[in-house]
Structures are given as structure tokens and as C-alpha cells.
């Protein structure tokens, strides 16, 4: 199949158009031909690349209306794709350079041409153009920033992401200078003006490469202002732990030491209130009443920390093993019932006869439903009630109290140390520590379990629920049984 080249001749000499002429029909092969087509003027040069598509132009630099590498510039604005061979009479090294540096994809001095060489011009100068555009593509289509910079400092070429990242414009980019240092192998930061007002913050690296003939650089420009925050987050985030580790660390620490001290003070005290060192007075049995009082809250309140402590540092032993929910919850509702017995509110249970055995720590499971069940009587009016049920897998356990209910921007904050809800409560006035349901959830974490809260819909009261994996073996008759019953329908 013959190729063809259509090529555009610029210039204004009417010999050496001719002889070009004859070297262009002798640069013809079998499967190559060359189709040449001429004007004498840069103006008419111009309005051909207009009307009419070329392969390649053959440019002289001298010519009536145009002088220099000014024509040469204008031809490439006119068609900034097309491959330019510029022709000259002035041996000029530089020149040939700085032309390349232009645009042009060869330089040929007229006095040695033939039409080896200019076949050979040509056929290269097309092959380099493919060559380029091919890169360029890769440039262009790379989502970082690809700026090309000459020796000089100049801009070459900037892809589209760079001109976003600089927010500059074609023009106001390529052809200028670069304002930034080029250190080869080496990453460096650079803060940019972003669209917004806000600082972006860019990493540029910069390699050495030949740009069309030409010893230039290639600086690849990435933002990386988000990761730059994340790698803050990070790192804020690692110090908070590691500061919140320390903490933890200290207050487990001081309330072990506490402890011994705090015996001493709770053995003292519950002497003198029970009158083992001597009658007291009305006055003096009411202070030590107080001080009981005290010391039992805080004795609670070190226990719970220290309980809470390891949990969340995974060091408790949990003794995973098949039990019975509704046993379980009624031994810890009597015993309940009767540290209570002077309560106004009552507790009552609703559950099937049986349930499923499920798979927790028995112990651990106890002291959840004690927290809630203590939980609830603090704020109850008139009742509390215990629900379960068995369902997907599950065993859900609902303790239901009459009070004035949770606020709902705070439900979610429930299960934080240190919390305590804003309740009305009756009673003696007792205050938590704020740490009960901080070591339910992390119990029921460890039981593969899920806990939470909620208010009753009527808005009369809040209900705190949990839920247990049902053990193996009881699993295996459920799915059975359920079976049986969809093929029963």
C-alpha cells in the first residue's frame, strides 16, 4: 500500500524551490511518495495551514515578511501539532538549537542537502513527532502535575493538571519562567495558592531528560495537602492514645494503691458505726454515716475503674461457656429483689419458659444485668421490668424502667466513661461513677454480644437491651424446628 507525505514548502527562492522539488521526486519510493506543495511568504504559508492539512513543513527562516525563529514560532502557533523542518543558509549551531528548543523537529543547513538527507529529515522528523505525541499524551493524561523546564529555566510544556495545580493558564505558563528550584532526585515541598484562598501543599520531584533534542528537566507535581492532614490526624490521633494509655496507666496505678488505705479507712469507720469502739452520739453516728456513705461510693467507684481497666486492655479471663439465660436472670433479679426490698418500684420478668442455652461468661453476663437492673431502679417511679426473647440467632435481654426517660441527643454518649445521666432521681440522692454501662459494653465485647439503649415510645422511660449468641447445640433444634414450621405453611 503507498504511503503518502504531503509536505508544505516555505520558501521564497525560486531556485531552490525547484531544486527541492527535484529532490523531493528523487526521496519518492515504490511504497513512498511525497506530495509537494509551495508558497513563498510566511502569510502564505499561513493561509494554506489554514485551508489544507499537511504532514510536515519545510521552513525556510529568511523570508520577505518574516526574519528568524519568529516565523518559525508563528508556524507553530498557526499548527502546534504539525512537525516543522527548519531550512537556513546560516550555519549556525545555536541557532539549529534553539530552534529545536522552538518547536522544530530538525534543523538542516540548505548548502548540505540532498535528497538523501532530506528524505531522511523528513522521515525522521516524522517518526520524532509521533514519538513526542505519544509522550505528550502520557503527560497529558497523567492526574499529576508534569511540567517540562529547558536549562534556561524556561517552561516548555505543562499538562492539564499542573495548570490546575499552579492555576495558570496555557499562556500564562508555557513560554515563562519557572519560579522554582530543580534539584534532581530529590523530593521537595512546595506550597501553592488554591482556588479557594486556602495553601495546597504539593511534593515535586525532578528528573533530567532530553526534550526534543533539547537537555531539559521534568518536574512531576502531586498534591498531597490530604494526605498530608491524614498523616496529622494519624499522628494526633496515635499521641491522644498514647497520652490516653499514660492516663489509664497512672489511675490504675493510684487506685490499686488506694486501695490498702481505703480498707483501712472503710474497716475504721464501719467499727465506729457499729459501736465496737463505743457508743457515738446522735450527731457523731450521723457524720459517720456520711463518711460510710462515701467510702462505699468510693470503693464502688475504684472497683469499677479497675474492673473497667481490664477490660479494655483485653486482660480479663472470659470463660465462654453454654448457659442458661433464664436461670441466670432470675438469680440475679432475686438477689435483686432483695438487696431492694426497701424500693418503691418492683421488679417483674417476662420471658418464655424455656429459652436457648447461649455461649458467654456467665459471671460477666451477671454483672451486666446488675448494672442495668440497678440502673433502672435508681430512676423508676413505679416498676421495672426484664424481658427475653429468642430470635435470629440470638437471645435479647430488655431491662424497661417507668422513669422520665433518657434525652435522645444523649443516648448515644450512654455507653462513655465517666458519663453520668441527667435523670431526676429518687431515692437517697445516690450518684454513680459513670463507669457501669462503660463496662457493660465492653463485657458484651468480649461475649460477642451487642448492648444499647433506647426510650420507651410512649416516652415513659428508658429501656437498655442486650443480646447473647446462642450456643451451638441449642442453635442445630432452632433451625430445625424453624424449618419444620416453613414447611408446615
Not at 527562492?13 to 531544486?19: E, S
Not at 528523487?26 to 508558497?39: D, I, M, V, W
Amino acid at each position: 500500500m503507498e504511503q503518502r507525505v504531503r509536505v508544505l514548502l516555505i520558501e521564497d527562492d525560486p531556485d531552490y524551490t525547484m531544486l527541492m522539488s527535484v529532490y523531493i521526486n528523487e526521496a519518492c519510493g515504490e511504497t513512498l511518495k511525497y506530495l509537494l506543495e509551495n508558497t513563498v511568504s510566511l502569510q502564505g504559508g499561513l493561509d494554506l495551514l489554514s485551508r489544507q492539512e499537511y504532514d510536515i513543513v519545510l521552513l525556510d527562516l529568511m523570508l520577505p515578511d518574516s526574519q528568524g525563529l519568529g516565523t518559525l514560532l508563528k508556524v507553530r502557533a498557526k499548527a502546534p501539532g504539525l512537525p516543522v523542518v527548519v531550512l537556513t543558509n546560516l550555519a549556525q549551531d545555536d541557532l539549529g538549537l534553539e530552534a529545536i528548543a522552538a518547536g522544530a523537529q530538525d534543523f538542516l543547513p540548505k548548502s548540505k542537502l540532498d535528497a538523501g538527507r532530506l528524505r531522511h529529515a523528513i522521515g525522521f522528523a516524522l517518526a520524532r513527532d509521533r514519538l513526542f505525541r505519544q509522550m505528550e499524551k502520557l503527560i497529558d493524561g497523567s492526574p499529576d502535575g508534569m511540567v517540562i523546564v529547558d536549562r534556561s529555566r524556561m517552561v516548555r510544556y505543562a499538562n492539564a493538571a499542573a495548570l490546575g495545580l499552579f492555576g495558570k493558564k496555557w499562556e500564562q505558563f508555557v513560554g515563562r519562567l519557572f519560579d522554582y528550584t530543580l534539584t534532581p532526585d530529590r523530593a521537595m515541598e512546595l506550597k501553592l495558592p488554591g482556588k479557594s484562598g486556602e495553601t495546597l501543599t504539593a511534593e515535586m520531584r525532578v528528573a533530567e531528560i532530553e526534550w526534543k533534542g533539547y537537555p531539559a528537566w521534568v518536574a512531576t507535581i502531586r498534591d498531597v495537602s490530604e494526605l498530608k492532614k491524614l498523616a496529622q490526624v494519624r499522628a494526633e490521633v496515635s499521641e491522644r492514645r498514647n497520652s490516653d494509655q499514660l492516663k489509664d496507666q497512672l489511675l490504675s496505678t493510684v487506685a490499686h494503691e488506694l486501695r490498702t488505705p481505703l480498707s483501712v479507712i472503710k474497716a475504721v469507720v464501719g467499727t465506729m458505726r457499729d459501736d465496737l469502739a463505743g457508743p457515738l452520739t446522735k450527731e457523731q453516728a450521723d457524720l459517720v454515716g456520711i463518711a460510710d456513705r462515701h467510702v462505699g461510693r468510693l470503693t464502688r467507684l475504684l472497683n469499677n475503674f479497675l474492673d473497667l481497666t481490664r477490660l479494655e486492655s483485653r486482660r480479663a479471663r472470659v470463660n465462654r461457656q453454654p448457659f442458661d439465660p433464664r436461670a441466670l436472670i432470675e438469680e440475679v433479679e432475686l438477689g435483686m429483689r432483695l438487696a431492694n426490698r426497701d424500693k418503691a418500684a418492683d421488679i417483674r420478668f417476662d420471658a418464655p419458659k424455656k429459652l436457648p442455652s447461649v455461649m458467654a461468661d456467665s459471671d460477666m453476663i451477671a454483672q451486666v444485668l446488675g448494672n442495668l437492673l440497678d440502673n433502672a431502679l435508681r430512676y423508676a417511679r413505679r416498676s421495672v421490668t426484664v424481658r427475653a426473647s429468642a430470635n435470629s440467632g440470638e437471645v435479647e435481654v430488655a431491662v424497661t424502667d417507668d422513669g422520665p426517660g433518657i434525652q435522645k441527643a444523649r443516648l448515644a454518649e450512654l455507653f462513655d466513661k465517666f458519663i453520668q445521666l441527667d435523670r431526676p432521681k429518687g431515692g437517697e440522692g445516690y450518684k454513680g461513677t459513670g463507669l457501669g454501662l462503660a463496662i457493660c459494653r465492653e463485657i458484651m465485647a468480649l461475649n460477642g454480644g451487642r448492648i444499647w439503649a433506647e426510650n420507651v415510645p410512649a416516652g415513659q422511660g428508658a429501656c437498655f437491651r442486650f443480646t447473647l449468641p446462642i450456643a451451638a447445640e441449642a442453635a442445630a433444634p432452632l433451625r430445625e424446628e424453624g424449618s419444620h414450621a416453613k414447611a408446615r405453611a
